[in-house]
C-alpha cells in the first residue's frame, strides 16, 4: 500500500515540529522519529488501530501527546491529520 498524506496533515507535523524545537533543541527530531514508527506500525497492520470516526482510524505516538487519523483504502493508506491528543478534530490549524 502506498502512503499519501494530505495538506492538512502535513501542516499539522510542520506545526508540532515548529512547536517542539521552539521548547528544545532537537526535540522535533525525537518526535519525527515517533510519528516514523507509529507510521511504520500502521504500514505493517493497517487494521491495528481502532476506528475513533466512521472509517477513521488513530494511532497514538509514543512519548508525544498526538495521535495519527487516517483511512485504508483501495490502494492507500491516507493520513489525515496528526493533532494533539486534547485537541478538537474539527479545528483548523
Known amino acids: 500500500m502506498r502512503l499519501v498524506y494530505t495538506k492538512r496533515a502535513l501542516a499539522d507535523i510542520e506545526i508540532a515540529l ?6 528544545q533543541k532537537g526535540l522535533s527530531g525525537d ?11 500502521i504500514l505493517d497492520n493497517p487494521e491495528l488501530y481502532p476506528v475513533k470516526y466512521k472509517k477513521t482510524r488513530g494511532a497514538l505516538l509514543r512519548r508525544f501527546p498526538y495521535s495519527a487519523f487516517y483511512t485504508v483504502e483501495a490502494k492507500n493508506i491516507v493520513i489525515h491529520a496528526v493533532f494533539h491528543s486534547r485537541q478538537a478534530p ?3 490549524p
Open 18 to 23: 515548529e512547536w517542539y524545537e521552539r521548547q
Open 31 to 41: 518526535f519525527l522519529d515517533s510519528l516514523e514508527l507509529t507510521i511504520n506500525s
Open 90 to 92: 474539527g479545528k483548523n
